[in-house]
């Protein structure tokens, strides 16, 4: 089914066509990550059993490839993960001379690779990169993207001419064990829930808005309830993954999450997150692996887009508004109409 409109629409909202089989034009089919079922995953209830399956991952993937390379950021999923590595592995790490949001990952990425040896290299992020690379992740995508996928299509080439066979990444922490503080906060009602998860409100940007709503409609529970946990469960882990899955596959770069194939065996406990400890069994497993730091307050993967996109006018396509607030929009809100419209102008040709 051809609907450019809904899925710009979907692409505002969630920043992905969440909807297999609707795609922008003839000849697009765009995939979404298929997820692993529970009852296929391990389960673990403690920091010492995730700490056993990930060694035995990594048992496993030494054997298979030669030379294996890391994403390393400043915070403890991808710490954790580090120091399974090999010494002389590669670590790569974002770095922008645009922005300062990189700064803390730099020292903190810094010492966990002499921690275990590893050699770090410093992936630098610019306007120019996103302009280089954006065209060809979303080509791969058959829609327009996440910021992230740019920057790390470029740190896999990277890794691919230092001879890496594969990528570690430790997104799935998040989604598995409960880093998703900041919605994991407080029960929601369901419209204070949509109104708070959805990226941009498709009826403030595009001309041409469609109902893109019905992901929180399976999550409904009576009038004014949600299952939120149900919701981020499904489409909010589904949004992280797909990007990951995307930038990778179009980079032509394995990678292997080996958070993604876990699950909690007992419920997440809503009250030790809402204390302040977040992820509190990968924060146990941080203190065994690093007894001699303090954990890291939880960051998001930073993007330097905020610097990059901010005298940026906004698009001038037909299927924008001419009315948009652009003066109080975010950087990434700011992205995800740059990236729209660079996609919209490849695919359709400039309007």
């Given at each position: 089914m051809i609907d450019k409109e809904y899925c710009l629409s979907s692409y505002m909202a969630y920043r992905y066509t969440y909807k297999d089989g609707v795609d922008y034009a003839e000849g697009m089919c765009h995939k979404n990550f298929e997820p692993i079922p529970d009852d296929k995953k391990t389960a673990v209830k403690s920091a010492r059993e995730i700490d056993e399956k990930i060694q035995r991952d990594f048992d496993r993937l030494h054997g298979?490839?030669?030379?294996?390379?890391?994403?390393l950021s400043g915070g403890m999923d991808s710490a954790v993960l580090a120091s399974y590595m090999k010494p002389g592995s590669y670590a790569y790490t974002f770095v922008s001379k645009q922005s300062e949001v990189f700064d803390s990952d730099i020292k903190r990425s810094k010492e966990y690779s002499?921690?275990?040896?590893?050699?770090?290299?410093?992936?630098?992020?610019?306007?120019?990169?996103?302009?280089?690379?954006?065209?060809?992740?979303?080509?791969?995508?058959?829609?327009?993207?996440?910021?992230?996928?740019?920057?790390?299509?470029?740190?896999?080439?990277?890794?691919?001419?230092?001879?890496?066979?594969?990528?570690?990444?430790?997104?799935?922490?998040?989604?598995?064990?409960?880093?998703?503080?900041?919605?994991?906060?407080?029960?929601w009602k369901y419209d204070e829930f949509v109104n708070r998860y959805i990226s941009l409100d498709p009826e403030l940007v595009l001309?041409?808005?469609?109902?893109?709503?019905?992901?929180?409609?399976?999550?409904?529970?009576?009038?004014?309830?949600?299952?939120?946990?149900?919701?981020m469960d499904d489409l909010c882990t589904n949004e992280s993954y797909s990007s990951y899955?995307?930038?990778f596959n179009a980079s032509g770069l394995p990678y292997f999450d080996p958070y993604e194939d876990l699950v909690m065996a007992e419920p997440k406990d809503l009250q030790r997150i809402r204390n302040g400890e977040s992820k509190y069994l990968i924060r146990d497993l941080y203190k065994m692996k690093y007894p001699e730091r303090e954990v890291p307050k939880k960051i998001p993967m930073p993007r330097p887009v905020?610097?990059?996109?901010?005298?940026?006018?906004?698009?001038t396509r037909s299927e924008f508004r001419k009315d948009i607030p652009m003066n109080?929009?975010?950087?990434?809100?700011?992205?995800?109409?740059?990236?729209?419209?660079?996609?919209?102008?490849l695919t359709f040709g400039n309007d």
């Amino acid at each position: 089914m051809i609907d450019k409109e809904y899925c710009l629409s979907s692409y505002m909202a969630y920043r992905y066509t969440y909807k297999d089989g609707v795609d922008y034009a003839e000849g697009m089919c765009h995939k979404n990550f298929e997820p692993i079922p529970d009852d296929k995953k391990t389960a673990v209830k403690s920091a010492r059993e995730i700490d056993e399956k990930i060694q035995r991952d990594f048992d496993r993937l030494h054997g298979k490839y030669k030379k294996i390379g890391i994403l390393l950021s400043g915070g403890m999923d991808s710490a954790v993960l580090a120091s399974y590595m090999k010494p002389g592995s590669y670590a790569y790490t974002f770095v922008s001379k645009q922005s300062e949001v990189f700064d803390s990952d730099i020292k903190r990425s810094k010492e966990y690779s002499e921690k275990y040896g590893l050699n770090q290299k410093l992936i630098d992020i610019s306007f120019d990169d996103y302009k280089a690379f954006t065209p060809i992740v979303t080509k791969h995508k058959c829609g327009p993207v996440h910021s992230i996928e740019p920057q790390i299509y470029k740190a896999a080439k990277q890794a691919q001419a230092d001879g890496v066979e594969l990528m570690i990444i430790g997104d799935g922490a998040d989604y598995v064990f409960g880093g998703m503080d900041q919605l994991l906060g407080k029960d929601w009602k369901y419209d204070e829930f949509v109104n708070r998860y959805i990226s941009l409100d498709p009826e403030l940007v595009l001309t041409h808005p469609k109902y893109v709503y019905e992901p929180f409609e399976k999550y409904r529970i009576g009038k004014d309830d949600i299952d939120f946990q149900g919701f981020m469960d499904d489409l909010c882990t589904n949004e992280s993954y797909s990007s990951y899955m995307n930038a990778f596959n179009a980079s032509g770069l394995p990678y292997f999450d080996p958070y993604e194939d876990l699950v909690m065996a007992e419920p997440k406990d809503l009250q030790r997150i809402r204390n302040g400890e977040s992820k509190y069994l990968i924060r146990d497993l941080y203190k065994m692996k690093y007894p001699e730091r303090e954990v890291p307050k939880k960051i998001p993967m930073p993007r330097p887009v905020d610097m990059i996109f901010k005298d940026w006018t906004g698009p001038t396509r037909s299927e924008f508004r001419k009315d948009i607030p652009m003066n109080k929009l975010s950087g990434n809100q700011k992205w995800q109409l740059w990236c729209a419209e660079l996609f919209l102008n490849l695919t359709f040709g400039n309007d």
